[in-house]
C-alpha cells in the first residue's frame, strides 16, 4: 500500500499563475497612476505659475488705475482713458477707464485678458458634410 503523501502530487500551478496575474494588474496599475500623478503636477505647476502672472498683472493695473484716480486732482484728467498690462509674451490685460466727476475717480468701463499673438487655423475639419451631395 502507498502512503498517502505518495498518492497525491501538490498543484500549485494555477495559484501560481493567478497571483502572477494579480502581481502584473498590480504593477500597471501603479504604473499608470504613477504617470498621471506625474502629469497632474506638472499640470498644477504650470497653471500656478500661469495665475501668478496674471494676479501679479492684475495688481500692476491696480496700482496705474490708483495713481490715475490721485492724477484727478490735478484738473486735467482726460474723460476716457486706456491702458494695457502684460501678463506674459502672449496675453495682457486691457483696462478703458471713464472719468466719473460727480465722485472724483474713473469707473472701470472694461477690464479683460487679451491674447497678444494672432492665431490662424492650421486645417479645417470635414465635420458637417451634406451625404447627398458628391464628394469633391
Do not use: H
Amino acid at each position: 500500500m502507498k502512503n498517502e503523501s505518495e498518492a497525491r502530487p501538490v498543484n500549485i500551478g494555477s495559484s501560481i499563475l493567478m497571483v502572477v496575474f494579480i502581481l502584473l494588474c498590480l504593477f500597471t496599475l501603479a504604473a499608470i497612476s504613477l504617470a498621471t500623478a506625474k502629469k497632474d503636477y506638472a499640470d498644477s505647476t504650470r497653471n500656478a505659475e500661469r495665475v501668478q502672472a496674471y494676479y501679479a498683472a492684475s495688481n500692476e493695473a491696480e496700482k496705474m488705475l490708483s495713481a490715475m484716480d490721485e492724477s484727478i486732482a490735478d484738473g486735467n484728467a482726460p474723460q476716457q482713458l486706456s491702458y494695457t498690462v502684460p501678463i506674459s509674451s502672449t496675453q495682457e490685460i486691457s483696462v478703458s477707464l471713464q472719468l466719473n466727476t460727480e465722485e472724483g475717480r474713473y469707473d472701470v468701463v472694461e477690464w479683460k485678458t487679451v491674447s497678444t499673438e494672432s492665431w490662424t487655423p492650421t486645417s479645417s475639419l470635414p465635420v458637417l458634410q451634406n451625404p447627398t451631395s458628391p464628394a469633391k
